[in-house]
């Protein structure tokens, strides 16, 4: 089993940054990559950014330039830095993870991220 716990969420003006925070605890030998998703209210959930083990990263064309997602790996933590905030960048904010040998999907609660104008 692998546990999940975001942080860093809230309410932030257009153009303002936020830093999320992943910890992740338990089996964790496993997992690769780990991702941040977001699902806005009636969308569906979508992937944000992904890094791996080794610092590989990937993101979606909506966000390039404009978040930034790291992994410190002594401390089993992903972040992701969120600058030049939109209004379309408000949502829930997943942490995702992915164990490949038990085939597995791990979630987080999920971190609410709103964006005012």
């Known amino acids: 089993q692998v546990q999940l716990v975001e942080s860093g969420g809230g309410l932030v003006q257009v153009g303002g940054s936020l830093r999320l925070s992943c910890a992740a605890s338990?089996?964790?030998?496993?997992?690769?990559?780990m991702d941040w998703y977001r699902q806005a209210p009636g969308q569906q959930r979508e992937l944000v950014a992904s890094?791996?083990?080794?610092?590989?990263?990937n993101y979606a064309d909506s966000v390039k330039g404009r978040f930034t997602i790291s992994r410190d790996n002594a401390k089993n933590t992903v972040y992701l830095q969120m600058n030049s905030l939109k209004a379309e960048d408000a949502a829930m904010y997943y942490c995702?993870?992915?164990?490949?040998?038990?085939?597995?999907?791990?979630w987080g609660q999920g971190t609410q991220v709103t964006v005012s104008s």
């Open positions: 338990g089996r964790l030998a496993n997992i690769n990559a």
């Open positions: 995702h993870a992915f164990d490949a040998i038990q085939r597995a999907n791990y």
């Open positions: 890094v791996t083990s080794r610092g590989r990263t």
